[in-house]
């Protein structure tokens, strides 16, 4: 499974954009890059995925780099409720234990007022 | 829709007792897990199940069993527990194919093991 490295813990202030970088430097071909936030005590929440386009929804985007070795996911005007873990996943699709969710350690965000 | 539900949310237990924590998913999907989380860790794997009939062990299964009783419920049961498996327990459930696909999580079971 390819790893990743997250920061530990970064601030953002209320309204501005959060931007949560991840570097997944073994990524394989076939791996998509998961972001997943675990809000205090609940379980954890599924925000976006992507392969090689950068995406968006309703929630966040996902900027992926060219060569795929890392990402950013975005929260465009970051609110008090998204202070949370941000966990940054990457996992071939399909079934099986190679579809299994690696969580690591994440990167605690911060939104201040 | 409910989405995935865990019982109970809040147990203690002595070292040495026995009990089954329950989940249960109305989503339809195929494949259902169960995760621990530790103070200040991520989720670890414990066991899963693909689709119903199947069970497979994850990263720490050890002094844990469970059952996949229909599509909707999978259980996890501590026949003997021990101070080491106080934890919070998560479950999730996903479909299943070969499209990329996200797990949707339960509230989450707060273990306590005295």
């Known amino acids: 499974d390819a790893k990743t490295t997250q920061p530990p813990s970064m601030d953002c202030a209320e309204g501005r954009a959060a931007n949560l970088p991840c570097n997944h430097s073994?990524?394989?071909?076939?791996?998509?890059v998961y972001w997943y936030r675990q809000i205090h005590s609940q379980g954890p929440q599924y925000i976006i995925h992507?392969?090689?386009n950068n995406e968006t929804n309703e929630m966040a985007s996902l900027i992926i780099t060219e060569d795929r070795k890392s990402s950013t996911l975005i929260l465009p005007h970051a609110t008090l409720r998204d202070t949370a873990v941000y966990y940054c996943?990457?996992?071939?699709?399909?079934?099986?234990?190679?579809?299994?969710?690696?969580f690591g350690k994440g990167t605690k965000l911060s939104v201040k007022p | 829709n409910a989405g995935v539900t865990q019982t109970p949310k809040f147990q203690v237990l002595k070292t040495g007792q026995s009990m089954t924590l329950q989940c249960a998913q109305d989503?339809?999907?195929?494949?259902m897990y169960w995760y621990r989380q530790d103070p200040g860790m991520g989720l670890r794997l414990i066991y899963y199940?693909?689709?119903?009939?199947?069970?497979d062990k994850g990263e720490v299964p050890n002094g844990y069993n469970v059952s996949r009783l229909n599509k909707r419920e999978f259980s996890l049961r501590l026949e003997s527990a021990a101070p080491s498996q106080t934890s919070v327990y998560f479950c999730?459930?996903?479909?299943?194919?070969?499209?990329?696909?996200?797990?949707?999580f339960g509230p989450g079971t707060r273990l306590t093991v005295t």
């Open positions: 073994t990524i394989s071909g076939n791996e998509y």
């Open positions: 992507g392969l090689k």
């Open positions: 989503m339809n999907h195929n494949s």
């Open positions: 199940s693909a689709s119903e009939g199947t069970t």
């Open positions: 996943i990457v996992r071939v699709a399909g079934g099986g234990s190679q579809g299994n969710l690696i």
């Open positions: 999730a459930s996903s479909a299943q194919g070969t499209a990329p696909y996200e797990q949707y």
